[in-house]
């Protein structure tokens, strides 16, 4: 079976989804440094590992 690349109208949703992924990692960088409660530092932390994880996986897709 011949896999076909991703069509215009995907590589766009891609980027509309990178775009948005990249804007929640950098919010959520920027509010852990900012708050101040250890449980909610550590779910900050989880989501920018999470987001960094989608990110580059989104990255790969629309490099392929």
């Known amino acids: 079976m011949h896999q076909q690349g991703l069509g215009i109208h995907e590589k766009a949703e891609l980027h509309e989804m990178l ?4 804007n929640c990692l950098a919010k959520a960088q920027q509010m852990q440094n900012q ?7 550590q779910l900050l932390q989880q989501d920018v590992q999470a987001s960094t994880e989608n990110v580059s996986q989104l990255q790969q897709l629309l490099q392929s």
């Open 19 to 22: 775009v948005f992924k990249t």
């Open 35 to 41: 708050v101040q409660d250890p449980e909610l530092q």
